[in-house]
């Protein structure tokens, strides 16, 4: 079971009291884009072996959105974050590459 820290209100939290949303920092594409574009938004994902950026929702606590960076491989949580940043911060970057050594 994996186990995400909210960043918002500070809470571990079990994946059953979270809903995922996806992958995270995504181009949204919405009503006035062109069929290539939303087509391209709804289907294509790299979905590479190893740490994804994904968007939570923590829906049996504060209700906020938040990120985390996974490892895929290892099922294990690098960090959560803010979903207002448009990309992941410092300290979790830093910890990615500090594993991939």
Known sequence: M??????NCGIEAEETELTPGGEAHLKREGP?????????YLFTRQNPR???FERW????GCGKW????????????LGTYSAQVTE???E???EIERRRG
């Open 66 to 77: 938040f990120h985390a960076a996974r490892d895929t491989v290892t099922m294990e949580v």
């Open 92 to 94: 979790i970057r830093a």
């Open 57 to 60: 929702r923590h829906a049996q």
């Open 2 to 7: 994996l186990l995400l820290r909210c960043p």
């Open 32 to 40: 006035g884009s062109d069929e290539v574009s939303f087509e391209s």
């Open 88 to 90: 992941p911060p410092a």
């Open 50 to 52: 190893g740490v994804h």
